[in-house]
Every structure is written in structure tokens, then in C-alpha cells.
């Protein structure tokens, strides 16, 4: 009577940011705007407690990463981009051979 449906996997992602960072609070707009709640799951990382991240991403920020694949998309972004970025981290989400 009842079908299982098939169980959706969470993407994460990561928004390299900063406190007061008013280019990454539009960022954060754009990524509202976009990804759909049910498939991501986004963490703000504050690059200003880790010197590494610091060095990698202090004159880029905001800097959206899939860490399963280590893509990165700087700002600006638009939706459309936003979107084929999301496509390939749905798609790196996935292992070969899945469906």
C-alpha cells in the first residue's frame, strides 16, 4: 500500500566568510534565492579563526566550496551560476555507479 520513497541525500556546503562581510551577507541572499533546503545544508566558515583559511581566502570572501570535491565558486555569483555550481556538487555528492 505504502512506497519508499527514495531518500534524498543532504549536499553541504561551505561559505567562506567573516563577520560585518556586507559582500558575503548579498552572497547569502543569492544562496537563499537558489538552493533548495531539502538538498543543502550550508555551514559559514569565519575564515578570521584560522590563519590558514585567512591566507587561502582573505581578499576572495565570500567563497562557496563543496568540500567533497574542493570546487570553489568566488563572488560575484549570479543564480545561474549558483545553480550549475550546485548541479556539480549534487553531482559530486554521488558515487560513480549510483543512481
Known amino acids: 500500500m505504502c512506497t519508499a520513497e527514495k531518500q534524498l541525500k543532504v549536499c553541504g556546503l561551505e561559505l567562506m566568510t567573516t ?12 544562496l ?23 591566507e587561502r581566502y582573505a581578499n576572495r570572501i565570500p567563497v562557496l566550496v563543496i ?14 551560476q549558483l545553480r550549475h555550481f550546485s548541479h556539480q556538487a549534487l553531482s559530486a ?7
Not at 537563499?32 to 585567512?54: G, N, S, Y
Not at 568540500?67 to 545561474?80: C, M, Q, V
Open 19 to 30: 563577520q560585518g562581510c556586507h559582500l558575503c551577507d548579498e552572497a547569502v541572499e543569492v
Open 67 to 80: 568540500p567533497a570535491s574542493g570546487a570553489e565558486l568566488d563572488w560575484p555569483f549570479d543564480t545561474e
Open 32 to 54: 537563499l534565492q537558489v538552493l533548495d533546503a531539502d538538498r543543502f545544508a550550508v555551514d559559514l566558515v569565519d575564515i578570521a579563526f584560522d590563519d590558514e583559511l585567512m
Open 93 to 99: 555528492l554521488s558515487a560513480p555507479g549510483e543512481h
